[in-house]
Nanobody, 119 residues
Framework: VQLVESGGGLVQAGGSLRLSCAAS????????MGWYRQAPGKHRDVVAT????????NYADSVKGRFTISRDNAKNTMSLQMNSLKPEDTAVYYC?????????????WGQGTQVTVSS
């Protein structure tokens, strides 16, 4: 599975951005997908996840009500709509796709896209 993120950039506080993740390869094996972010000097943290059918989503408390995760399995894409952005949302955002084979979980990562929110 290969993942490519796009849509990052520089935005003022209060603004919006939409991140996209395009998956290719063995996409039929993907189950849960998610967005993670890593700020300088910090660990990579989960932002939002979505199950294979899109029926269940989870968000970090810090983004609830502001971010919306979605996916289109027909197009093998996932998106993150980010509204009311804050300077503390500044980070590199990574797309994650999870597969399970013979009971073993694998996580695939994109290269990351920078999001910078200015105050």
């Amino acid at each position: 599975v290969q993942l490519v993120e796009s849509g990052g950039g520089l935005v003022q506080a209060g603004g919006s951005l939409r991140l996209s993740c395009a998956a290719s390869g063995s996409t039929f094996s993907i189950t849960t997908m998610g967005w993670y972010r890593q700020a300088p000097g910090k660990h990579r943290d989960v932002v939002a996840t979505i199950t294979s059918g899109g029926g269940s989503t989870n968000y970090a408390d810090s983004v609830k009500g502001r971010f919306t995760i979605s996916r289109d399995n027909a197009k093998n894409t996932m998106s993150l709509q980010m509204n009311s952005l804050k300077p503390e949302d500044t980070a590199v955002y990574y797309c994650d796709a999870r597969t399970v084979s013979w009971g073993v979980r694998y996580d695939y990562w994109g290269q990351g896209t920078q999001v910078t929110v200015s105050s």
